[in-house]
């Protein structure tokens, strides 16, 4: 029986794997931070246009990325079970689902406008959003590449590479978009259709490079030898996996989404107020999401060798590493938040004392759901290195939309709190999610994993 590992070992493994994951999701966050700071200073409808456009974008992606987090624990367990053929047949799955999906949700984004309008989205804001997608939207495809292979590399604890490309994909991001925003360097100033064009590039860019590693890296794998061969009981285990978790993000994503739509119906100032404050806190959220997919890695691998003792003391190190930056976020959020948000406006902007009334209350608000919105994603990257992923989604379903949609739209309209009435909303459903989903792994799923602990 191996040695169990102390607290201290958990703390320690946790770091090495998931701090570069922690930087690649910062990095990868930087990337949109950095179209919104751009867009920001070209003018607040630009700044509005793209934060609607962005959160329609990401619903689509992040159930799509399902596939992609499907991947990560199979290629954990089976590297763990020391199955090389089956590292490579989940991941080549993962990438066929990838290429369906993309090729299906196309039309979603070509033909956007229409979806604004019903959604009742101020026109000259549905029209700016629209172009842009009909861009940005082919960087669906190489995104959800990009996906499945860095799980693929993150499940055989190759985090390094990972976080390398993503910094190298964020710089050629900052500077194509400075680039064709604003005309810079003898290109043409193209404003919200430069960001457009950037991000398709970025994300062509990213998928070059991890191909181009993968290759070269770890040829035994043979991931693109016979790529169009199909391997239908793999498609069907990666779909079974990836469905309820692209399903579960996409609740999770679309409350957000939703929130956004909400906040247009206030206006343009109360929408852009909300993407500023919506970038901070995304900005914390990459660490919390660094350490869920370390945890779902190391799940993983506890998995594949049925080790109990090791998940247990695992997923309590994990969870109160994430506890202590919830509490970091919570005092920078309240004390400095005036200076935060002002980063991402002109001195001079005549909406600026407006933004920053509106989104220092905000960002009041998600100093509050720091917590449970940290511990929610600790508790799904643990579930579904588990591969439970079925009942985790029934339950973020209920959380994000039965209980959090509902509050925000009750809180914000029927009580007339505004944008503060929206995010309490948001705080509500997070909590829920965070208390069903933990007691769903401590209480169900890790008990089914070897043997009890001693």
């Not at 026109?123 to 990009?146: D, F, H, K, M, N």
């Not at 404050?277 to 914390?284: C, I, K, M, V």
Request: with cysteine; net charge neutral.
């Amino acid at each position: 029986m191996s040695k169990v590992m102390t607290y201290g070992g958990h703390f320690r493994a946790i770091s090495v794997l998931g701090l570069p994951l922690i930087g690649g999701h910062l990095a990868q966050f930087a990337i949109g931070l950095t179209d919104t700071v751009m867009l920001g200073w070209y003018g607040v409808e630009a700044l509005a246009a793209v934060t609607l456009a962005s959160s329609y974008f990401f619903v689509l992606f992040l159930f799509g990325a399902g596939f992609g987090l499907a991947v990560m624990p199979m290629v954990a367990t089976a590297a763990a079970e020391e199955d090389e053929t089956s590292i490579r047949r989940t991941t080549r799955m993962g990438l066929w689902l990838s290429l369906i999906y993309a090729a299906v949700m196309m039309p979603m984004l070509w033909w956007s406008y229409p979806i604004f309008l019903a959604l009742k989205q101020d026109p000259q804001v549905a029209e700016t959003a629209s172009q842009y997608l009909r861009v940005a939207g082919w960087g669906l495809i190489p995104a959800l590449l990009v996906m499945v292979l860095k799980s693929y590399l993150a499940a055989l604890e190759r985090t390094q590479i990972v976080l390398w490309i993503t910094v190298a994909a964020a710089v050629v991001n900052a500077i194509t978009n400075y680039a064709l925003i604003f005309g810079n360097w003898g290109a043409p100033e193209l404003g919200v259709m430069g960001a457009a064009i950037a991000s398709v590039v970025t994300q062509v860019v990213s998928l070059v490079c991890v191909v181009i590693y993968a290759m070269r890296v770890l040829p035994e794998h043979s991931l693109f030898q016979r790529f169009w061969r199909p391997d239908w009981e793999m498609f069907l285990s990666v779909l079974r996996l990836g469905v309820p978790i692209g399903l579960t993000t996409l609740s999770e994503v679309s409350l957000f989404a939703m929130s956004a739509i909400m906040m247009g119906w206030l206006g343009q100032v109360p929408l852009a107020a909300h993407g500023i404050a919506l970038n901070l806190a995304s900005a914390t959220f990459m660490v919390h999401l660094g350490l869920s997919n370390a945890a779902t890695i190391r799940a993983g691998n506890a998995l594949g060798r049925k080790d109990r003792p090791h998940l247990e003391r695992g997923a309590i190190a994990v969870t109160g590493m994430s506890l202590v930056i919830s509490v970091l976020t919570v005092i920078l959020f309240l004390v400095y938040a005036e200076p935060l948000i002002s980063l991402f406006m002109e001195p001079d902007d005549p909406q600026r004392p407006e933004i920053l009334m509106i989104g220092t209350g905000l960002l009041a608000m998600a100093a509050l759901f720091q917590l449970v919105d940290g511990a929610q994603v600790i508790a799904l990257g643990l579930l579904r290195g588990l591969q439970d992923a079925k009942v985790p989604m029934v339950m973020a379903a209920l959380s994000y939309w039965g209980v959090g949609i509902t509050s925000s739209y009750y809180f914000g309209f029927v009580l007339g709190m505004d944008g503060i009435g929206v995010w309490l909303g948001l705080v509500l459903g997070l909590a829920c999610a965070a208390v069903m989903l933990m007691a769903r792994f401590w209480m169900r799923s890790v008990r089914e994993v070897g043997v009890p602990a001693e």
